[in-house]
């Protein structure tokens, strides 16, 4: 069992910058690649990155490749969104969650946190 905790969401103005976290606990957790995906006000949810377990392999939304970066620290069971030059269009309330698989679809997650709102002020 995985549990995740995201948190540093907030308002900012457009161009500005967040970095987002999700704090896992539970065993295993270095053996997951985590995902984030983003809710906007009534719109599905979509996918924004994707990290493997070791770093190594990272994926992007075409949305936000260039300005998003994901990284990990496993020693401290952490995930990290960077978002740099943020724009209206990125509000939304963003989501970290577990997988087994390299996998950008939702469905194959099988842990979620509760999420964070980001409001990008225009």
């Known amino acids: 069992q995985v549990q995740l905790v995201e948190s540093g969401g907030g308002l900012v103005q457009a161009g500005g910058s967040l970095r987002l976290s999700c704090a896992a606990s539970?065993?295993?957790?270095?053996?997951?690649?985590v995902g984030w995906f983003r809710q906007a006000p009534g719109e599905e949810r979509e996918f924004v990155g994707y990290?493997?377990?070791?770093?190594?392999?990272?994926l992007y939304a075409d949305s936000v490749k260039g300005r998003f970066t994901i990284s990990r620290d496993n020693a401290k069971n952490t995930v990290y969104l960077q978002m740099n030059s943020l724009k209206s269009e990125d509000t939304a309330v963003y989501y970290c969650?577990?997988?087994?698989?390299?996998?950008?679809?939702?469905?194959?997650?099988?842990?979620w946190g509760q999420g964070t709102r980001v409001t990008v002020s225009s």
């Open positions: 969650a577990a997988s087994g698989s390299t996998t950008t679809r939702a469905y194959d997650y099988s842990y």
């Open positions: 990290i493997s377990w070791s770093g190594g392999l990272t």
């Open positions: 539970g065993r295993s957790f270095s053996t997951y690649g």
